[in-house]
């Protein structure tokens, strides 16, 4: 019997150990960056788009809506007049959550400062979940809670799941098939001849 179970892991071994070293260096941080891009980057630029009036050309001066999303207390506070809404810090903090939500997913996907902005977005997540639970008052429902059976409510378990999806590049980089594999390896070669 002790033979038989001692096949067994060995067989075990060799198969996963074979398929963990020939997607060891590419796989999961493409894998994680080809589901980031299919799944959250439509989510990201089509919410800021709506921060900038839908025109790029506003991408330096987000419309009032982008200070509703990020600040829907003090949106209240002043009737939605952004004029009363001093632009340090509240409006530089909406143009760079605008700036963030463009520009961190596009990083993500190409692997280009693929670390720092899964980081990046990572944070993002954490302060656009706290907005969205104290800012927008979701209900408790929405927001769910671990181990709850539920898997509908959008912010503890989708969220969970977006911050996990981001941890791997974060954790094992973007892999070789990445701007920052290329860039890092043109880097190499120029260092070697110096």
């Given at each position: 019997m002790g033979a038989l179970i001692g096949f067994f892991v060995r067989l075990y071994t060799?198969?996963?150990?074979?398929?963990?070293?020939?997607?060891?260096?590419?796989?999961l941080g493409l894998a994680a960056r080809l589901v980031f891009a299919a799944v959250l980057l439509d989510f990201f630029w089509t919410s800021a788009l709506t921060k900038i009036g839908r025109s790029i050309w506003n991408i330096f001066t987000p419309v009032d809506g982008a200070y509703a999303q990020m600040f829907p207390h003090l949106?209240?506070?002043?009737?939605?007049?952004?004029?009363?809404?001093?632009?340090?810090?509240?409006g530089l903090i909406v143009l760079v959550g605008t700036l963030g939500e463009f520009i961190l997913p596009f990083l993500i996907v190409v692997g280009l400062f693929t670390r720092f902005a899964s980081v990046g977005?990572?944070?993002?997540?954490?302060?656009?979940?706290?907005?969205?639970?104290?800012?927008?008052?979701?209900?408790?429902?929405?927001?769910?809670?671990?181990?709850?059976?539920?898997?509908?409510?959008?912010?503890?378990?989708?969220?969970?799941?977006w911050i996990f999806l981001l941890l791997v590049p974060t954790l094992k980089g973007p892999g070789v098939i990445s701007l920052d594999w290329l860039f890092g390896r043109m880097y190499r070669k120029r260092e070697m001849y110096y």
């Open positions: 060799a198969v996963f150990g074979f398929f963990e070293r020939i997607t060891n260096g590419w796989l949106m209240e506070q002043v009737s939605y007049d952004t004029s009363q809404i001093a632009y340090f810090p509240y977005m990572i944070i993002f997540i954490c302060v656009m979940t706290y907005v969205d639970i104290t800012g927008h008052g979701l209900d408790a429902k929405s927001i769910g809670k671990f181990f709850d059976n539920d898997p509908y409510s959008i912010v503890s378990d989708d969220r969970l799941l």
